[in-house]
């Protein structure tokens, strides 16, 4: 059923063995194998038991940094303001204007506190609050990307949090002036040029420099991704993201040529990510082919892109609209572009995906920067259960409860027969000592 | 500084060495050593490759119950109504009333979907979805607790979820009236026989009678902990819980009998339960101490809430009101009794707790069965970044981004910048397409 091409598969719905195919196309599984998670849990003891010596230790053999002090590892808000103005003014304004609209979106996802008094007096209610603390990882090299500081940190000040440490690792010294100024608009407070396991120890634990925080957030490699799994319970984490993907859903509306451009910009990522469109025209995927080799080799990414459209990526026929949606919910993606004529007729029907880019003019990209919504969304198929990060990732919340005499009385009641119910005596004695006899 | 005391330790908070014995009394750490580790791994890999035969495999191994087919370990909707029937009028009478006010306190959680339209007609929103299928995990044995059925069952109904079904462990195949009439009110949709590391696999995982589900909750031993975390992004799962834990703040309003039972009521879960008073009145902390003793004698649980107020326990004095604020927000609690006057006042300073029970009259084990919020509360100091589970768990949520022609003109400038400064030219291109010429 697969058409062999030599870029991209191109499947079809109706081939008694798609279900296989696409199972086979999605699978993925992060796997930490038994010596990264040897070596995670080896940093992580070091990190805990000495501090800031091994840090400095750690740093020195994987990043190449000769220090003495954690100090030298250490950037105040003044260094990052250097980095705003240093950097060009389009860039600089490029910043403000998406750290502005994340902002402004993310305002909308403020939970607030409440509260109601039933008729006897009692008061059940819920209070929201911010964390106190957390921290941010940022990646090094290659990967550093200002645009993962802005979507990490702004929700967590919009949330109200007081203290945003940053981390990224900064190999051989080379600082990345776009991420700190980066950071510097978001909102971080400081940041420490440390990274890998050890940095990730050292804000779930403390250091003598390093404070330990009540959640870790941010992109990683897989010894970042195996140590926050790792210290998941002693802080906060968020989910551990798997490749990038996009599935776009095209009805022929959106010229083929840009539809290649939004498969490639996936599909640049990494080989691992993952590109897939979807349309019921046989044409019309002909024309996505078309464009798609005739652009590959004007791409200067062209050999990641050409690996990952040849591993992971896909064109599938479906017979109708129908069945792409069947798809989408099954797919569950990061990203789906609706790229037809009549988004909002499907959203209804959408029940699982990260984000929802919706027409023509919705490119995916303009979500990864400057939309307002978040880019840090669930991957291979966790929109199923997980959100997009945001506010609430940074806030948390306790129940209210305030009896009054009567209330007490009332619910005492209920409460001493189902405790006797569950053999827990004390509970049902504690309930009892407040009704009115 | 610990003045020994038969029963609880009594410590000072102006004592020299009070932080570290503090440390030292909440330390908790959740180890699944390296053979619980394996022998779970181990459990996973059969039931995802071998399914049913398994299931049933293990279940006969561990819970002592031969069958041959998985529809003996399956329960439908018209056996829960019957168990239902078959309890005391009493008894259905107290859960009708508590799943009831659970319900009604759970519907104020549900999060809207929301959208805003800027000037040029760019729609940014967040669209919020149930979950499609829940397993709710619930121990057998001695710790079969009706009222966790309704903790965890009622919420994910709130949220919307269509298919609930739940898993609980009959050893020796004693089944628990009690548990399914509570499934029954609380609207599972159906409950399998089966429990330990096997049921959390057959959830995540899917067999031939067990549907997949996407997220799973509920407490359960170290087999199941274990377990739930190795899934963990193969779907989704609540928190990991450590031992059930009260922090009592008193300034001496409430009758010494009454804070010991409360104490008592936390202790009797088991012996690493851990009931801890605070006060800043000698004389009253004598006070309960003469009811602990006085008290416990009484009680059916004796030996349990004896070996857990001696390990785990402690009366605490403090200087003053503010101090005991400051050791409210360091501790973190599950749960926080403010036996006190005016509870109210204190309310703002309370940064991290699970649940707050206000007043003389609100005894926590109100909130354990039928106040209203949720029994499922961050432990271990964990209510510095988790909250009570919620309808929030049960949902999730799509970012929506749909650009007028006009907002990609100005979206695609802003990300071509940022995207050009990451290195990302197809990213770039993408935005590229969409701006006007």
Sequence with gaps: MTQASQT?????????????????????????????????????????????????EFTGRFDRL?????????????????????????????????????????????PTSWQYTEADGTMLGQKVTPLDRVGVYVPGGKAAYPSSVLMNVVPAHVAGVDDIVMVVPTPDGVLNELVLAAAFVAGVTRVFTIGGAQAVAALAYGTESVPRVDKIVGPGNIYVATAKRAVFGQVGIDMIAGPSEILVISDGTTPADWLAMDLFSQAEHDEDAQAILVAWDDAHLDEVLESIERLLPTMEREAIIRASLEKRGALIRVESAAEAVTLINRIAPEHLELSVAQPDAWLDQVRHAGAIFMGTYTAEVLGDYCAGPNHVLPTSGTARFSSP?????????????????????RLGRVASVLARGESLTAHARAAENRLKS
């Design 389 to 409: 990060l945001g506010v609430y990732d940074f806030q948390k919340r306790s129940s209210l409860i305030q009896c009054s005499a009567e209330g007490a009385d």
């Design 66 to 110: 000769s220090v003495s002090a954690m100090s030298e590892l250490t950037l105040g808000r003044a260094r990052l303001e250097e980095a705003y103005h240093a950097i060009s003014d389009d860039q600089r304004d490029a910043l403000d204007q998406a750290a502005e609209r994340i902002r402004a979106y993310h305002e909308h996802q403020k």
């Design 8 to 56: 991209i598969a191109r499947l079809s719905a109706s081939s008694v063995d798609f279900d296989q195919a696409l199972d086979t196309l999605l699978a993925w599984e992060g796997v930490s194998d038994r010596e990264v998670q040897t070596r995670v849990d080896d940093i992580l003891s070091e990190v805990r038991a000495r501090g800031d010596d091994a840090l400095i």
